[in-house]
């Protein structure tokens, strides 16, 4: 079945969305993401997406103190990113206590240097984020777009060794306006054995089922949980009938 990942962006230390990537249109959710992570767990979630706002727009990590918060007193396997620009960055997330980096702009502007991360830490430790305007790659935060079209980019970096990639549809992104369905096809048609993560505009457990069927291996959720769009027992409820071995 597809793997529910919830979110938490984080800016200031606190739970925020943007509304299609714009910096200047955060909601504020929550100002203690622990307490969020730990509803997530209990809700029989395993796996939390951390993006680090604040380190995507200045290049430099800012929220460690919360990924160590939430690493030591959930056992939620996390995968956090925004900021990570050296190998030294890289062992901080680690040394905090993510299971995976997930790794943007680093990935495009230093690929060498993102290729060694993929040999030294194993394919399976690090996560490949794209973030996608109009098909194109956009970087630094969702502020610059690329001309670098996805599905090529997929297939020169699945064929270097990456196994895992979440793709993020910027302009759906907090929209609750349903994913950008296109995309993730193009995408399960010219690299199918890549480990695919949908990511933006979900706003309902059939948008899940819908990403499900066109190949998703997981999907990222957020301000459809925030906005109570998705209730968490009845996420429990649609992994308990999945057979996802949520009790």
Not at 41 to 53: F, K, N, P, S, W
Not at 180 to 192: G, H, K, S, T
Request: charged letters at 20%.
């Amino acid at each position: 079945m597809i793997e529910i990942i919830p979110a938490i962006d984080l800016m200031g230390g606190r739970c925020v969305r943007l509304s299609q990537g714009d910096f200047e249109l955060p909601t504020t959710y929550s100002s203690e993401p622990l307490e969020m992570a730990a509803r997530f767990e209990t809700a029989g979630l395993r796996r939390l997406h951390i993006v680090d706002l604040d380190g995507a727009r200045s290049g430099k990590l800012a929220n460690l103190p919360v990924l160590e918060s939430i690493a030591n007193n959930t056992r939620l396997a996390i995968d956090f990113g925004g900021g990570i620009k050296t190998s030294n960055d890289v062992q901080a997330v680690f040394d905090a206590g993510a299971a995976m980096v997930n790794i943007g702009s680093a990935a495009v502007t230093t690929p060498d240097t993102f290729f060694e991360w993929v040999d030294h830490y194993g394919s399976e430790k690090v996560l490949l984020g794209a973030d996608i305007r109009n098909g194109h790659l956009a970087i630094n935060g969702w502020q610059t777009v690329t001309s670098i079209a996805i599905v090529p980019f997929l297939l020169e970096y699945f064929a270097m060794g990456v196994r895992r990639v979440f793709v993020t549809d910027v302009g759906v992104d907090g929209m609750l306006a349903g994913p950008a369905l296109d995309p993730y096809r193009q995408i399960r048609e010219a690299v199918p054995d890549l480990h695919l993560i949908a990511s933006g505009g979900v706003r309902s457990l059939e948008d899940i089922r819908a990403l499900e069927t066109i190949g998703s291996s997981g999907v990222i959720v957020g301000k459809a949980i925030y906005e109570h769009r998705i209730d968490l027992e009845n996420l429990r409820e649609f992994m308990r009938s999945a057979g996802s071995g949520v009790k």
